[in-house]
């Protein structure tokens, strides 16, 4: 399996992409990959392209949508009203804000996030969410994903959008979503996921890492992890068109890999967006 960095131990991976992570929550940085994206001063382009409408959208609190998606998860879960949900990564609340509208007041949305600076961006967000919507049906955890601060059976559907490819220890986090969610319960996941291995060198950069490529895993990997989990029903659906976005977008960090690549190969021929659809 694919790695960030071997020769890195978990809690320094988890490190460098907590670090990361905090520079874009206080502005520091405009982007998981170190340097800005030519995209990034239009998140909503973005998100726009990986399949958010533009009502939702306009209905988020501002800075709540920071351009870091692969997908959309919500959309993919076809949330309905009184489910209880949970955001993996949820950043600045982009995922939740729009799941709370869609459970109703009789549902919950919790997200967790291991970085402070992305929590507290979060909930200072809910008081623009609850002015805007009436809602009072959010909230964020502070946690890593590999140990959810959540209870045993209590989540209907989990999401997470290009987040469990940052972890080290990607079984963990799919045996956590499993103690956590009710029998028959749902994952919906968008996350970046690899055709085949990425070149040694690659795996190697550090803007890789935070920028969310050089620790994705092989797509049958995450099928093989899903099934020893006892997920069921599994579905798994490549989207290349993200990574053609982010090339056509002169993206910063996708053209530097690019640019190390052997000749006559692309990004697309390596990096997809994955939607990832199971049950327990």
């Known amino acids: 399996m694919n790695t960030p960095d071997k020769s890195k131990s978990n809690e320094e991976v988890r490190e460098t992409v907590r670090t990361g992570y905090a520079a874009i929550a206080t502005g520091q940085r405009a982007c998981c990959c170190g340097s800005p994206r030519s995209n990034q001063a239009d998140p909503i382009r973005l998100a726009k392209a990986v399949g958010y409408d533009a009502e939702s959208l306009s209905n988020l609190p501002e800075g709540a949508n920071m351009g870091l998606s692969c997908g959309n998860p919500v959309a993919i879960a076809a949330l309905q009203e009184g489910q209880t949900v949970l955001d993996l990564g949820s950043g600045g609340g982009f995922d939740v804000f729009q799941a709370g509208e869609r459970v109703k007041a009789s549902g919950r949305v919790i997200g967790v996030d291991m970085t402070p600076e992305m929590l507290a961006k979060a909930r200072k967000n809910i008081v623009q969410y609850r002015q805007r919507t009436g809602l009072n049906n959010v909230e964020f955890r502070l946690g890593e994903i590999e140990y959810l601060p959540v209870a045993d059976d209590s989540i209907d559907v989990v999401l997470s959008n290009c987040v469990i490819n940052l972890s080290p220890d990607k079984p963990q986090v799919w045996r956590e979503i499993s103690r956590v969610l009710k029998p028959g319960g749902k994952i ?43 997920f069921k029903s599994i579905v798994l659906t490549p989207k290349p068109d993200y990574v053609r976005n982010m090339q056509d977008w002169n993206d910063p960090l996708y053209r530097q890999i690019a640019e190390t690549l052997p000749k006559g190969e692309e990004m697309a021929d390596y990096v997809v967006s994955l939607s990832i659809e199971a049950r327990k």
């Open 188 to 230: 919906s996941v968008s996350d970046l996921a690899l055709l085949k291995p990425l070149p040694a060198n690659i795996q190697e950069m550090a803007a890789a890492l935070v920028g969310c490529v050089a620790g994705a895993a092989l797509v049958e990997e995450t099928r093989a992890m899903l099934e020893k989990t006892g």
